[in-house]
C-alpha cells in the first residue's frame, strides 16, 4: 500500500471558487516559522539520519558473516514457475490492499481501487507529500467520484490499516507460540503493538460517539503531532478535522468495516504466503520452517512496515532473528536469500503495476482532453 495522508486530518479537495490570496500583500506573520520550530524541525531530521544510520550499522554487523555467495546461488536457482507464483501472490496481496477503497467509496469498483492505490504507491516513492494524494484525486476527478467521499475513503481504509497492522503480532505470536517456543520478550513486544491497536480503537470510538469526545482526541493528538513536526501542523487544525472526521466515521465506517477489515486481515494472509512460498523457493524445506512459523515473523514485525520503504532492512533483520533461531544458522544463507526475493517481489510488482496504470491513466486523460478541450 501507499502511504496516505494523516488519518486524523483527511484531504479536501480545493475550492476553485475560493479567490486566490493577494500576492502583493506579501507574507503573512504567521507564515514564518519561530526559531524553535526550526530547531525542533532540525532535531526531527538529525535523529531521522542518526536512526537511519544506527540500523545500517546493525545491519552490516548481523549480515556481515552470511555467505552472500550462497544467497546469490539460491537467487540463481529461481525458476520461471516460482517467480510466477510469486507475481500472483503479490497482485492478489495488491488488490486485497486496494479492496477497503472500494468498500469506502460509494461507486468505485475494485479494479479501480488497484489502479488508484498503486499508483499513488509509486508517485510516493519518487516525489515528496502530498504528491500521492495529486495523483489520487486526479484519478478519483477523472472517473466522475465525488472527492469529498473519496478522501473520506483513502483517511478511512489508512485508519482501518493502523489497526489491523497493530494487532497483527497478537497474531503472530499466537502462530509462533502453536509451532515453536516464544519469550517473554517476544510477548511483550506483541502485547504492546496490541495495546496500542486497542487505544487506537478506543480513540476511533471515542471520537465517533460524541463531539465532546472528538475535540478531546483530536486536540490531544494534534499536540503531540505538532511537536513531531513542528510548524507543519497545529493542534487547533487536528481538533476542527477530528470534528469533521466525527461526520465521516458515523456515515461510511459504521456500515464497511467487517468487510475492509477482512480485506486487510486477508492481505497479510497472502503476504505471509508469500514470503513462505519466496522461503520455500530459497531452499529452506517446509519441513525445517513451516508456512505457519513464518507467517507468525511476519506479523510480530508487521508494525516495522510504518517506517520508511516498509521497514526495509529492519523488518528484514527481526524476521532473519526469528527464523534463524528456529532453523539454524546452517540455513541462515537460504533464510537471507528468500527474504531477498521477497522484497524484489513487493517493490518490484507494484512498482511496474503503478508505472503502467500511471501510463494508461495519462494517456486516457489525454485522449479525453482532446475530445473535449473544456474538460
Known amino acids: 500500500m501507499s502511504r496516505p495522508p494523516d488519518p486524523a486530518e483527511p484531504a479536501e479537495p480545493a475550492d476553485p471558487a475560493e479567490p486566490a490570496e493577494d500576492a502583493a500583500a506579501g507574507p503573512r506573520e504567521d507564515a514564518a516559522p519561530s526559531a524553535t520550530a526550526s530547531r525542533r524541525r532540525l532535531a526531527v531530521r538529525l535523529a531521522r539520519?542518526?536512526?537511519?544510520?544506527?540500523?545500517?550499522?546493525?545491519?552490516?554487523?548481523?549480515?556481515?558473516?552470511?555467505?552472500?555467495?550462497?544467497?546469490?546461488?539460491?537467487?540463481?536457482?529461481?525458476?520461471?514457475?516460482?517467480?510466477?507464483?510469486?507475481?500472483?501472490?503479490?497482485?492478489?496481496?495488491?488488490?486485497?490492499?486496494?479492496?477497503?477503497?472500494?468498500?469506502?467509496?460509494?461507486?468505485?469498483?475494485?479494479?479501480?481501487?488497484?489502479?488508484?492505490?498503486?499508483?499513488?504507491?509509486?508517485?510516493?516513492?519518487?516525489?515528496?507529500?502530498?504528491?500521492?494524494?495529486?495523483?489520487?484525486?486526479?484519478?478519483?476527478?477523472?472517473?466522475?467520484?465525488?472527492?469529498?467521499?473519496?478522501?473520506?475513503?483513502?483517511?478511512?481504509?489508512?485508519?482501518?490499516?493502523?489497526?489491523?497492522?497493530?494487532?497483527?503480532?497478537?497474531?503472530?505470536?499466537?502462530?509462533?507460540?502453536?509451532?515453536?517456543?516464544?519469550?517473554?520478550?517476544?510477548?511483550?513486544?506483541?502485547?504492546?503493538?496490541?495495546?496500542?491497536?486497542?487505544?487506537?480503537?478506543?480513540?476511533?470510538?471515542?471520537?465517533?460517539?460524541?463531539?465532546?469526545?472528538?475535540?478531546?482526541?483530536?486536540?490531544?493528538?494534534?499536540?503531540?503531532?505538532?511537536?513531531?513536526?513542528?510548524?507543519?501542523?497545529?493542534?487547533?487544525?487536528?481538533?476542527?478535522?477530528?470534528?469533521?472526521?466525527?461526520?465521516?466515521?458515523?456515515?461510511?465506517?459504521?456500515s464497511g468495516w467487517l468487510p475492509a477489515t477482512g480485506y486487510l486481515v486477508a492481505m497479510m494472509a497472502a503476504e505471509s504466503a508469500l514470503l513462505a512460498a519466496a522461503i520455500a523457493f530459497a531452499g529452506v524445506p517446509t519441513d525445517v520452517l513451516s508456512v505457519f512459523l513464518v507467517a507468525g515473523a511476519l506479523l510480530l514485525t508487521y508494525p516495522l512496515t510504518m517506517l520508511p520503504m516498509m521497514g526495509l532492512g529492519i523488518m528484514d533483520l527481526a524476521i532473519y532473528t526469528i527464523l534463524v533461531r528456529d532453523a539454524g544458522a546452517q540455513w541462515g544463507s537460504a533464510i537471507v536469500a528468500g527474504l531477498v526475493i521477497w522484497r524484489l517481489a513487493t517493490m518490484a510488482v507494484p512498482l511496474v503495476m503503478g508505472l503502467v496504470f500511471l501510463a494508461t491513466h495519462s494517456s486516457r486523460s489525454s485522449a479525453a482532453r482532446l475530445r473535449d478541450p473544456a474538460t
Open 49 to 254: 539520519w542518526a536512526l537511519l544510520l544506527a540500523s545500517v550499522v546493525v545491519l552490516w554487523l548481523i549480515f556481515r558473516d552470511v555467505d552472500w555467495s550462497s544467497v546469490g546461488s539460491a537467487l540463481a536457482k529461481l525458476t520461471w514457475s516460482a517467480a510466477a507464483v510469486l507475481v500472483a501472490l503479490t497482485v492478489l496481496r495488491q488488490f486485497l490492499a486496494a479492496a477497503p477503497l472500494s468498500v469506502f467509496i460509494p461507486g468505485l469498483s475494485r479494479w479501480r481501487a488497484l489502479r488508484n492505490d498503486t499508483a499513488a504507491a509509486v508517485v510516493a516513492t519518487v516525489a515528496p507529500p502530498p504528491s500521492d494524494i495529486a495523483i489520487r484525486l486526479a484519478m478519483f476527478r477523472s472517473w466522475g467520484t465525488d472527492l469529498v467521499q473519496a478522501t473520506s475513503g483513502v483517511s478511512l481504509t489508512t485508519l482501518l490499516f493502523y489497526v489491523v497492522r497493530l494487532a497483527a503480532p497478537g497474531i503472530g505470536l499466537l502462530l509462533l507460540l502453536a509451532t515453536t517456543r516464544t519469550d517473554a520478550s517476544t510477548a511483550a513486544v506483541a502485547a504492546i503493538s496490541v495495546l496500542a491497536a486497542a487505544l487506537l480503537v478506543g480513540a476511533i470510538a471515542l471520537v465517533g460517539r460524541s463531539e465532546r469526545g472528538a475535540t478531546w482526541v483530536g486536540r490531544g493528538a494534534g499536540r503531540v503531532a505538532s511537536r513531531v513536526r513542528p510548524g507543519s501542523v497545529t493542534a487547533e487544525s487536528w481538533e476542527a478535522a477530528a470534528r469533521r472526521f466525527r461526520i465521516v466515521l458515523n456515515r461510511q465506517l459504521s
